[in-house]
């Protein structure tokens, strides 16, 4: 990398640009391609007093602002009532690169949805300055880019960005007890978060609350979790079951849009949930005419048959076991088939008060049977090698473990074993795949049932509404895979709930942005929008000037075509520079006999 220097003359007078530029030697070329990093802008000249460039300059030494004329060290700067400072360019150095562009967006995403004035209102200042609401944008925008411990935010990743930057010169977070400290302000503010995001929801995107989704999954402790009541053992949607777990019940739009959440007892039952988070919803955003979409693993008969007694009547799309398919056949066999996609065709008949929908889907019963017949050609090569074994012991030992690794699909197999006295052959040990069973079990495959209080007769409307669930399903994906919500590692219950908090926040802006990009880049996705803005980088350039002083603007790259489009296609444009700097002149103590270009090579130019 080197500063080039541009010169242009216009209505006779000379102006003069630098630029820092990086040479790159691109494959197949025979010359290297000048690519500009940073634009400083314009350094004046002696020529014309009265055309020269005052800047803002910042002196570190006073904190106060006043206006200087810049000039190169080769110019003399003319008598004039603003001061002049002349900068040795030659002598630039490059410092600190720093992550801007992510956190930049970041800082937008939170401000669009109105959180800056939301918590500074609601957490304020300590007495020694403290900003708690920049203080908590730090752990969101954190655990939006880059997700990790309060540690590595504080002692690695906070330095290596420019949020420092953005957020202004007079928020320092000044240790890891800060990022902790705020954890313990946030719960109080939480129901009033949901309603100013179901606000700023319907504003910003004209979201309509007429459909909900409501779905749960669990996140797991590393640790014993002693001294957290709600820490317990349960069904884990992690296949960590040798861990303690909370369950997250959460409720969002068919956009994905969040409107609440709750934090519940690792051993919580799907079923034990719904009344009271109904309940709860209504309690925050008062009654309205809704549709719960929900799985089958949540509503009971009983609340289900509460639902539909209740006044006015709670209207539902739930899906059904899978047996359920197999023993209501006899209503549904003989109804047409409606085509509602090129591999999904549905059946509608009713029973009592309520609708049910058999769905078909072609896709999904060349899975279930590539699954099963996978297992099960697993299972029978590993009876096969089982065989061999002289032991009857060992013999039972393996095929427990082979029927537990084969799951549902060993009730297809009948096996035969030896009695106690018998040894283990041909003859007293065989299996067999059970053909009708296993034609009865592919008879279904691909098939699913849902039921419905709706009066809706259309059973295609009634199954594209239920394929809405999806999205909380790719909701929970981004908070375990993108947000990084487990595993949890706090040692009490409330930090434990702050830090779920903390990543609810950061979903928030990740659905934000991901709503923004829809309309306009439907293939891309919010974490490969932030991918690209990261490419665009903060320095310090620093140029030393002829009274022993530093001159230090703090310059962003200029970002490529393809994140200029993205800007432009977000409405977003790139904040201004901040005002350069001038600090005294720091020297580097050396030992006697090492020179300065021992450690950092020689000058640019030397």
């Known amino acids: 990398m080197y500063l080039r220097e541009s010169k242009r003359r216009k209505d006779g007078k000379e102006h003069r640009y630098f630029t820092v530029v990086e040479s790159v030697r691109l494959p197949g070329a025979k010359h290297p ?100 609401a920049k203080t908590l944008l730090v752990s969101v925008a954190y655990r939006l880019i880059a997700p990790g411990s309060e540690w590595q935010c504080w002692r690695l990743w906070y330095e290596r960005t420019a949020l420092g930057d953005l957020l202004g010169s007079d928020f320092q977070l000044g240790n890891k007890d800060q990022l902790y400290a705020v954890l313990d302000k946030l719960l109080p503010h939480r129901n009033a978060l949901f309603q100013h995001l179901r606000a700023r929801w319907q504003d910003l995107f004209s979201v309509k609350y007429e459909v909900l989704l409501y779905d749960l999954t669990s996140t797991y402790f590393e640790g014993a979790a002693e001294e957290i009541p709600k820490a317990t053992y349960g069904y884990s949607r992690d296949h960590r079951s040798d861990c303690k777990q909370v369950v997250l019940a959460l409720v969002v739009t068919p ?47 009983e609340q289900l048959a509460d639902l539909r007694a209740s006044d006015p009547p709670v209207r539902y799309l739930v899906g059904t076991p899978r047996a359920r398919v197999k023993a209501t056949r006899a209503q549904w066999q003989e109804l047409p088939w409606q085509q509602v996609q090129s591999t999904v065709a549905v059946k509608l008949f009713r029973e009592d008060k309520e609708l049910y929908v058999v769905a078909k889907s072609d896709g999904r019963r060349q899975k279930e049977i590539a699954i099963r017949r996978k297992k099960l050609a697993r299972l029978l090569w590993t009876l096969r090698g089982m065989r061999r074994e002289k032991s009857r012991d060992r013999l039972l030992q393996r095929l427990g473990a082979a029927r537990q690794k084969a799951g549902r699909a060993a009730a297809f197999v009948r096996v035969q074993v030896p009695a106690a006295d018998q040894p283990v052959t041909r003859d007293t040990f065989r299996f067999a795949v059970v053909q009708a069973k296993l034609a009865d079990a592919e008879l279904y495959d691909g098939h699913y049932l849902l039921r419905s209080n709706l009066t809706q007769d259309e059973p295609a409307w009634l199954w594209k509404l239920y394929m809405l669930l999806v999205e909380i399903e790719g909701v929970f994906r981004t908070f375990k895979h993108d947000l990084h919500v487990r595993p949890l590692y706090h040692s009490l219950q409330a930090r434990v709930e702050a830090h779920i908090f903390v990543s609810f926040l950061a979903y928030c802006l990740w659905v934000t942005l991901k709503q923004k990009l829809r309309p306009l880049a439907p293939g891309l996705t919010p974490r490969q929008a932030l ?76």
């Not at 000048?34 to 910042?58: F, I, M, T």
């Not at 002196?59 to 080769?74: I, K, N």
């Not at 690792?266 to 719904?274: F, I, M, R, V």
């Not at 690209?532 to 962003?556: F, H, K, N, W």
């Open 531 to 606: 991918d690209q803005l990261a490419g665009i980088q903060m320095l310090d350039v620093e140029m030393p000037t002829t009274d022993g002083r530093t001159l230090t603007l703090s310059r962003s790259t200029q970002p490529d075509s393809g994140v200029r489009l993205l800007l432009q296609q977000l409405k977003l444009n790139l904040p201004e520079q901040p005002p350069p700097r001038l600090s005294a002149r720091q020297t580097l103590e050396l030992p006697p006999g090492q020179c300065s270009e021992d450690l950092c090579g020689p000058p640019p130019g030397k």
């Open 33 to 132: 391609v000048q690519r500009p990093l940073l634009y400083l802008g314009e350094l004046n000249d002696s020529q014309h007093a009265a055309w020269s460039k005052a800047l803002l300059v910042c002196d570190a030494a006073t904190q106060q602002t006043q206006p200087l004329r810049l000039f190169p060290d080769d110019r003399t700067p003319p008598p004039d009532l603003i001061p002049a400072v002349q900068v040795r360019w030659q002598e630039y150095a490059l410092r600190r690169p720093r992550a801007y562009g992510d956190c930049w967006l970041a800082l937008e995403l939170w401000r669009l949805l109105g959180l800056d004035v939301f918590w500074t209102e609601k957490l304020g200042w300590t007495r020694e300055g403290t900003d708690w």
């Open 255 to 301: 956009e994905g849009l969040p409107l609440a959440y709750e934090v519940m007892p690792g051993n919580t039952q799907d079923k034990q949930t719904l009344k009271a988070f109904l309940a709860r919803l209504e309690a925050l955003h008062g009654q309205a005419d809704r549709i719960w979409l929900m799985d089958r693993g949540i509503p009971t008969e």
